[in-house]
């Protein structure tokens, strides 16, 4: 049934229900010096390159192969529309290696007609902390698909992440693959509801006018927690420790330090959004949430090109009630012009969405890790990693 990643060090569908398997590394790493020291063959039209994502002109060839051929909800009727400062900051964070940027060209023509990223980072898995590859953008292009391209990209990502002593991986997919270790579900939150309804990303409920609804998702014109701020660099200190320890809690998390806070989390223009609240009486900073700018081109409609999304980030509440932080993260994405605030049922999330007017989505995103098993699956509230 998977012809390729039956071959894999991952989890195997047959093994789900084998309780004797140990959790943990599933492959042990083999010496440098035994990894295939050249890249995977690409068939003859094709060569391998390494995208330079601070090379504006690299950066907009990505750009525009991702806009036109990336992801696309089950009824094709919107595409991800990755920024091109969101794809520099999402593959620039500290310590990341420009080999694992990688993009396919046609050999005459020089066009770029596939892509696949790595970036380093550390994830926790119960007690074991582990080097990782993130794996994410894996994009071929739409006239090049179901030609088993994919798997020989997949196989030079991992080559060359093993190329640099890491032997794990992190990555989401829609789609259901050999396995996941949980299933999550995306929830939106209304923001502007007229123009969702306009574009069919979601319909007048029954027994409900257009006015009742914009009546039902109405927010406050600013918020409501006093103290509540935008994130500065010098929250970062504050921020980590309250991240770090509330990340403690989950079974999959990733482990954060001071310089990853600033990279990840500190606020970047149209790009990540960050409050904190600083209590007005001891300065103290007690909560913190965040969101991150995804838009979703509108294909084909007459008038709207551009869904406006806000995905929730990490969120974390010692002193403000959640559901409360939530609903000011609501407001300020209303202020910022968004159209929707999207969540996954992942952390603590569950808790807020029917209470702050949440519907479900369409299809699930699975979490996958390569060659580390995990004894059972998990539950959604048991992941603490959010993947771009
Ligand atoms: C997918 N999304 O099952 P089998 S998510 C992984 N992730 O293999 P072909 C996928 N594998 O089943 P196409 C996958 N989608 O026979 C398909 N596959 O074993 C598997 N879409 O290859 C599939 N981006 O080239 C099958 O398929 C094999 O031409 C078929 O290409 C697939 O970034 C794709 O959804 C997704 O651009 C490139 O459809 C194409 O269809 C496309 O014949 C639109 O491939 C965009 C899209 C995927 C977004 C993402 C995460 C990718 C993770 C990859 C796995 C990383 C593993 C860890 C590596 C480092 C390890 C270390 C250390
Ligand atoms: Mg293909």
């Excluded at 569908?13 to 492959?27: A, M, Q, S």
Aim: with cysteine; charged share 25%.
């Amino acid at each position: 049934r998977h012809k390729f990643w039956e071959t894999q060090p991952v989890g195997q569908f047959k093994d789900l229900r084998d309780t004797t398997l140990p959790e943990g590394v599933i492959e042990p790493p083999t010496p440098i010096s035994e990894v295939k020291q050249e890249p995977y063959n690409l068939p003859g039209p094709y060569e391998w390159v390494t995208c330079d994502m601070g090379s504006e002109e690299t950066c907009a060839e990505v750009y525009n192969l991702l806009t036109n051929n990336y992801v696309e909800d089950d009824e094709n009727m919107f595409r991800f529309n990755y920024s091109k400062e969101f794809l520099r900051w999402a593959l620039h964070p500290p310590g990341y290696y420009k080999s694992w940027h990688i993009g396919v060209r046609v050999k005459t023509s020089k066009k770029l007609v596939a892509f696949i990223t790595g970036i380093p980072a550390k994830i926790r898995v119960r007690s074991d902390v582990v080097s990782m590859a993130e794996v994410n953008f894996l994009c071929v292009h739409k006239k090049l698909r179901s030609k088993r391209l994919a798997p020989v990209m997949i196989k030079e990502v991992t080559r060359r992440v093993h190329l640099e002593n890491i032997w794990q991986a992190a990555y989401t997919a829609g789609v259901v693959l050999p396995t996941p270790i949980t299933s999550c579900q995306y929830w939106h939150r209304s923001l502007n509801p007229k123009k969702l309804i306009d574009v069919g990303f979601s319909r007048l409920g029954p027994r409900m006018t257009m006015s009742r609804t914009l009546k039902l998702y109405k927010l406050p014109d600013s918020t409501v927690t006093p103290g509540f701020r935008k994130m500065e660099l010098r929250d970062v200190p504050a921020v980590t420790r309250l991240v770090r320890t509330y990340l403690l809690q989950f079974v999959v998390a990733p482990d954060l330090d001071e310089c990853d806070v600033e990279h990840w989390i500190l606020p970047k223009e149209g790009v990540v959004d960050s409050f904190v609240i600083e209590s007005p009486e001891t300065h103290e900073i007690t909560d913190f949430c965040s969101f991150y700018t995804l838009p979703s081109s509108i294909l084909g409609h007459p008038t709207h090109s551009t869904l406006r999304a806000a995905y929730s980030y990490y969120n974390v509440a010692t002193k403000t009630p959640l559901l409360q932080l939530m609903n000011d993260a609501h407001i300020v994405a209303k202020q910022k012009n968004f159209d929707v605030f999207n969540v996954l049922d992942l952390m603590h999330n569950e808790t807020f969405l029917k209470e702050l007017k949440y519907g479900p989505g369409g299809g699930k995103l699975h979490y996958y890790l390569y060659n580390y098993r995990l004894k059972h699956i998990l539950r959604p509230s048991e992941l603490g990693l959010v993947l771009l």
